[in-house]
């Protein structure tokens, strides 16, 4: 098989291409995998702050036991209210 | 010639295996951030299930407080009326003399005990503790 010199231009333009489009395709890819790391790098950021944010209110659950407490002020309060009001009642009698 | 198709199974080759190769690359960092967004998901549903308690206890204990701190100065003022009520005022208390008992000087027997009698004998015990006590 001969091949003319303008097909053995094409040929050489199409190979010179092939490793223009080549090395477009490496950068291009290269890129990609800068980006996918730096996804990769904040997703774990964002894992750690998650992590942290769960432990922070993982004693989110104490403030009903410190509800109830506080309603036993209030129940105590209330028995304080009624023992000073007999007391306040007998002293000015 | 045969250098042109040796390039162009080169440019071939290279472009194929650049492709897989940073495929392969691109795909296990995929992985490792889907693996790393589960997890991230994981625990926003654990934050979410933490979170949900805290309004309801926070606005009860806010309510409660509340009428707590409201009562308090009620009972400050009850206390205080106790205090004022119970403490000893020396200006409200009379001056009074020294005690002496209600039937008047009290008659000492012993005289009588011995037989001495030295306003003389008188005709009923009676009738002379009156007129004595009346002298008094």
């Known amino acids: ?93 | 010639m045969n250098t042109l198709v040796v390039l162009t199974v080169v440019d071939i080759v290279l472009l194929i295996a650049g492709l897989a190769l940073y495929l392969w690359i691109v795909g296990s960092q995929l992985n490792r951030v889907a693996t790393n967004l589960e997890e991230c998901n994981d625990l926003v549903r654990a934050i979410k299930a933490n979170a949900e308690t805290i309004e309801g206890d926070l606005e009860h204990i806010n309510r409660t407080g509340g009428v707590v701190a409201g009562a308090l100065p009620l009972l400050y003022g009850m206390a205080e009326g106790i205090v004022v009520g119970a403490t000893y005022d020396p200006k409200q208390v009379a001056e009074r003399g020294p005690a002496v008992p209600a039937s008047g000087r009290r008659r000492s027997r012993l005289h009588d005990g011995v037989g001495y009698m030295p306003d003389g004998p008188a005709p009923s015990p009676r009738p002379a503790l009156v007129d004595r006590a009346e002298s008094a």
């Open chain 1, 1 to 93: 098989m001969v091949l003319t010199d303008t097909q053995e231009n094409l040929w050489w333009i199409a190979v010179i291409a092939g490793f223009v489009v080549v090395l477009a395709v490496a950068a291009l890819l290269t890129i990609l995998v800068l980006l996918v790391r730096t996804i990769d790098r904040r997703v774990v950021e964002v894992k750690a702050t998650l992590t942290q944010a769960k432990a922070n209110t993982a004693d989110a659950a104490l403030l009903g036991q410190t509800a109830a407490g506080v309603d036993l002020v209030l129940a105590e309060g209330l028995e304080h209210h009624l023992f000073l009001g007999r007391v306040l009642g007998k002293v000015r009698s």
